[in-house]
């Protein structure tokens, strides 16, 4: 019995202390609720310490852990997720702290009557993923996509007291409930061509394993099998924010509070790319044979994403949807990695199962990479005085930053390195993330893709560049007005940049320790060892 | 007489789910527009449960119940969001809200 309690003992501790959260944010004394976000980080620390304990390195003995019914299958792919998502976890609430209201913006996370709900969602959002890593049920699945993404729907509207932030937390709502429709009805037609809702047996059940490992016939897929694929995608496609279902990003990150900026561009995207890699690999078979209409689907969707993400970002004059569109265009890096992997089974000959393994590892790279990086980015903007000098506000606009990176030249320093790193120049963890895309694609015959994600590259450059030269090169505007509070820098925003940008520059540099991290992230590539399920 | 075959309540729940999303793309009332979202989740629903009928087993059902929650949530939320608009706008016309552009 203590096995099945272990299995689930981080997402056990992440739900309970953000029961206990919520309510504490309940409690009249303001001391009290100023105890809330050390409790949420306390339990975050401790569940990235089980998480890192549970890491097994590249050990035979290892096998897939699974429950008394097969609910929930852990192996190498989702102990790795729950590390990353804890340790961006960590990063994540840091930057939320309530420190600083006036240069941050953020009334709800300023210790107010709403502290406890914000941060009880936060672990409960964080906790969805956690869920969603380790289901092997889709009825799991689609729970842990919704407990990722509902307090997601709530932190943005009340993370601002204003009417921007309740407009975007009603456009997010909507069209968040009607993917998430979408998705369902998809999950209703993968169980009703299976007549299974456990991923391990979808998946005998599409792939006999009678069957030659390398026909090409394993491909081929039943029409309602593929509308089920498709819908689930397209439900998918809205967590990632992936054109067509794009249109949000830009209106909510704007919208929401910073913080919640950052949260949103890292948490419902890993959330919907995990659901997207495990449902490939149950309708795709252990050797991930996919059907071509699917690969071009993906390869349609990534080109897509990429350059539609890059372009708009050119336009933007407000720094939220700037970053909005850059999370977009990051989303299409990733999903090259995605298209990679699905058409290998066709295109990719004899060596296609290294292919895959790269390209999957590749994705598990980039996503952990862009996590480390982007927390910088939104950490220098919060700490960024705004132009006119508002109460509560921080830099928002392209404007707001003219000349600050000589004023505040640490800040400024952070931001060309968070630039410089989602550019994916070299000494960043960014280039190796690019590289790590790049390889797969290169090897499993996708030149184009690799051409498009150059050319998408350079075209982001453009905006990033514009950033850090907008810090130093223009002169500061006179009407800035300096932070009044005491301390300039709260130090738990401070730490998330400096733990953020002493990993972009660390994993870029120290080429072994890039080397321990693209062989952590091949280890977890690996999703399932196959071990049958108890009936 | 034809009895009902399976076909018949996936139809059912197809319609259904067309409906609307269709609903959901024309009509700008955010009350309709959350209802049609919940028809869609209802459609989902008869597939689920036609299906497991189907299969003769459980899960199907078991499904339903999760989607009937998690459907109960977004239309708490979705309720929350309603009075929130219509507080500071006197109106349920989603074009009310316009501020964020780009």
């Given at each position: ?137 889709i009825i799991?699945?689609f ?31 909507f069209l968040?409930a009607m993917s998430a429709a979408i998705m369902v009805f998809g999950f209703s037609y993968l169980y009703g061509t299976t007549g299974s809702i456990?991923?391990?047996?979808i ?18 897929m039943q029409p309602w099998v593929l509308l089920a694929v498709i819908m689930l995608v397209a439900g998918f496609a809205f ?5 067509p279902l ?33 449902i490939?690999?149950?309708v ?7 059907p071509?209409t699917l690969?071009?689907l ?238 | 007489?034809e009895t009902l075959a399976l076909q018949h309540y996936l139809a059912v729940g197809a319609i259904l789910f067309g409906i609307g999303l269709i609903g959901f793309m024309c009509r700008?009332?955010?009350?309709v527009m959350f209802l049609c979202t919940e028809l869609m989740f209802q459609g989902v629903a008869i597939n689920l449960v036609a299906f497991g009928h189907f299969w003769?087993n459980?899960s199907g059902q078991a499904f339903t119940i999760f989607v009937l929650?998690i459907a109960?949530?977004e ?28």
């Amino acid at each position: 019995m203590t096995g099945y309690f272990s299995l689930l003992l981080p997402e056990l501790i992440l739900s309970t202390v953000a029961c206990v959260l919520m309510l504490l944010g309940c409690s009249m004394k303001v001391a009290t609720r100023k105890r809330v976000p050390i409790l949420a980080l306390v339990a975050m620390i401790v569940v990235f310490a089980i998480q890192l304990g549970r890491q097994q390195g590249d050990n035979a003995s290892v096998h897939t852990l699974t429950d008394l019914s097969g609910t929930l299958r852990i192996f190498h792919f989702a102990q790795y997720i729950k590390l990353l998502v804890a340790g961006v976890g960590i990063m994540l609430l840091l930057l939320a702290w309530p420190t600083n209201a006036e240069g941050t913006g953020n009334s709800a996370m300023n210790v107010g009557q709403e502290t406890g709900e914000f941060y009880g969602l936060m672990l409960l959002s964080l906790c969805g993923i956690f869920i969603v890593a380790g289901a092997n049920d889709i009825i799991l699945l689609f729970l842990g996509i919704e407990l990722a993404s509902i307090p997601t729907y709530i932190m943005v509207s009340i993370s601002r007291p204003n009417p921007v932030a309740q407009e975007a937390g009603v456009k997010y709502f909507f069209l968040g409930a009607m993917s998430a429709a979408i998705m369902v009805f998809g999950f209703s037609y993968l169980y009703g061509t299976t007549g299974s809702i456990k991923l391990d047996q979808i998946s005998q059940l599409l792939h006999p394993a009678s069957a030659s490992e390398s026909d090409p016939a394993q491909t081929a897929m039943q029409p309602w099998v593929l509308l089920a694929v498709i819908m689930l995608v397209a439900g998918f496609a809205f967590k990632i924010a992936a054109v067509p279902l794009h249109v949000y990003a830009g209106d909510v990150y704007q919208g929401a509070a910073t913080p919640v900026t950052a949260f949103l561009s890292f948490v419902p995207k890993t959330s919907g790319f995990v659901a997207l890699i495990k449902i490939l690999y149950a309708v795709g078979g252990s050797s991930w044979a996919l059907p071509a209409t699917l690969v071009k689907l993906l390869w349609v969707i990534a080109v897509l994403t990429m350059t539609f993400g890059n372009v708009l970002g050119l336009l933007q004059t407000n720094l939220k949807r700037l970053l909005a569109y850059s999370s977009v265009a990051h989303s299409g890096y990733m999903l090259t990695g995605i298209a990679t992997l699905a058409g290998a089974y066709l295109s990719a000959g004899q060596d296609r199962s290294t292919v895959q393994t790269d390209a999957l590892a590749g994705v598990i790279f980039y996503l952990t990479a862009y996590g480390i990086m982007n927390a910088a980015a939104f950490g220098v903007l919060m700490l960024l005085p705004a132009r006119d000098g508002r109460a509560g506000t921080s830099a928002e606009t392209i404007e707001d930053i003219a000349g600050q990176g000589r004023r505040h030249v640490g800040l400024g320093l952070c931001m060309a390195v968070a630039c410089f790193s989602l550019i994916g120049i070299p000494l960043t963890v960014g280039f190796w993330g690019k590289v790590l895309l790049i390889k797969p694609a290169f090897s499993g015959g996708n030149n184009w893709l690799v051409v498009i994600i150059m050319i998408n590259a350079a075209i982001s450059a453009a905006y990033y560049l514009r950033i850090i030269a907008t810090m130093f090169l223009r002169d500061p505007v006179s009407d800035a007005v300096e932070p009044t509070n005491g301390s300039r820098y709260p130090l738990p925003i401070t730490a998330a940049i400096g733990i953020s940008v002493f990993g972009t520059l660390l994993l870029g540099t120290v080429l072994p320790l890039t080397q321990v991290f693209t062989t952590g992230t091949h280890i977890a590539a690996r999703i399932d060892d196959g071990t049958p399920s108890p009936k | 007489m034809e009895t009902l075959a399976l076909q018949h309540y996936l139809a059912v729940g197809a319609i259904l789910f067309g409906i609307g999303l269709i609903g959901f793309m024309c009509r700008r009332n955010l009350i309709v527009m959350f209802l049609c979202t919940e028809l869609m989740f209802q459609g989902v629903a008869i597939n689920l449960v036609a299906f497991g009928h189907f299969w003769g087993n459980f899960s199907g059902q078991a499904f339903t119940i999760f989607v009937l929650v998690i459907a109960a949530a977004e239309a708490s939320l979705a309720l929350g969001l309603v009075v929130l608009l219509f507080r500071q706008k006197n109106t349920l016309d989603a074009d009310a809200w316009r501020e964020l552009k780009g």
